[in-house]
């Protein structure tokens, strides 16, 4: 004997029931993504009008992600930003990221080999950031670099290394940076001949080398070298450029790279 559906069950219901849900999630990573490193601060109507709801329906939202940590609400300047507990889950993440876990005994057989920090940084949307660094503790000088830190894009050596190779669409102000600066321009071509970008900051005495590493034939991350400008040789022909260079191409290899290298046609 046949029985009449009942409203609210089978798949139809299923999807009634949990449409609300997913609006919910949708809406709030549309207000969370709003937020960026050149738009840091937002009001509540900036944030209404990015979610293209009512304004009290906004303020329900901020209120529930304030609730969670997840955004931050300055009463003497009325606008929000992104919370602590953001940073919490960038950081796991970031550990999740399949190339953190494959470049973890590169990184800690190159400290070996050479006796300087090493540091693996990906590409976040807007500059380089550090997802691991193996510190080497043996010099009297020890360098540390914090995980999290975002590096900047055409001074750090791991910046170039992305302005060499990263598509041209991905990186909006290269054009821009180039026409200002013909150094970037021959140091960008030098490094696509290469493989490497080495900086030496006057201001610190800290001298970075750093080279690509690719998944197929795309940028994944940087792998670099730092350490003082005495310790580290700012020659790219140097056996510690070299080593870097080799340990970068093997993890490329790792990671579905056919000889470490990008294709350049």
Sequence with gaps: MATKA??????????DTTAPTIQTVQRAALILGSFTVGKPHM???EITARLGASKATAHRYTKALRAANLLRYDERTSLYSLGPQV??????ARAGLPIVAAAEPYMEDLVRRIDETIVLSVWDGESPTVVRSVDNTDH??????????RLDLTSSAQGRIFLTFL?????????????????LTEELEAIRQHGLSVNSPAVNGVRTIAAPIFEGDKISGTLAVVGTTATVPDDVKSPMAQA??????????RLGNSDGAPTTD
Excluded: C, F, W
């Design 43 to 45: 009001s509540l109507n």
């Design 6 to 15: 009942q409203p609210g069950t089978g798949e139809q219901g299923a999807r």
């Design 87 to 92: 940073l919490t889950l960038a950081t796991a």
């Design 140 to 149: 009297m000088v020890r360098i540390s670099v914090r995980v999290g830190s």
């Design 244 to 253: 870097l260079l080799e340990t970068a191409r093997a993890l490329s290899q």
């Design 167 to 183: 598509p041209p669409d991905q990186v909006p102000v290269l054009p821009r940076s180039v026409r200002k600066s013909p150094e």
